[in-house]
Nanobody, 121 residues
Framework: QVQLVESGGGLVQPGGSLRLSCAASGSIFSIYAMGWYRQAPGKQRELVASITRGGSTNYADSVKGRFTISRNDAKTTVYLQMNSLKPEDTAVYYC???????????????WGQGTQVTVSS
């Protein structure tokens, strides 16, 4: 069993910054992709950013140049540094990690519980 715990959300003024963290624990043999989605009220969940084991990154157009995703495999943690935050960034942010629990096991996506980010003056 694998658990993901998120932290770092909160209330911030427009133009401010937040750093989200998502740490995995449990039966982890290997981790492939990691990433973040978000869901605002009344909207569909959307991909914010992702990063592969090799370090290749992908960002939503709306966050390019403002958000940076990174990972620390030794700590089985993925981070999302969010700068120049805007009110439209307000959402619940969910992390995921593609985890292999054993040598012969397939990769499976595990999800965090979600953390609220509110950008408001």
């Amino acid at each position: 069993q694998v658990q993901l715990v998120e932290s770092g959300g909160g209330l911030v003024q427009p133009g401010g910054s937040l750093r989200l963290s998502c740490a995995a624990s449990g039966s982890i043999f290997s981790i492939y992709a990691m990433g973040w989605y978000r869901q605002a009220p009344g909207k569909q969940r959307e991909l914010v950013a992702s990063i592969t084991r090799g370090g290749s990154t992908n960002y939503a157009d709306s966050v390019k140049g403002r958000f940076t995703i990174s990972r620390n495999d030794a700590k089985t943690t993925v981070y999302l540094q969010m700068n120049s935050l805007k009110p439209e960034d307000t959402a619940v942010y969910y992390c995921y990690q593609g985890v292999q629990t054993g040598l012969e096991a397939p990769y499976q996506d595990y999800w965090g519980q979600g953390t609220q980010v509110t950008v408001s003056s």
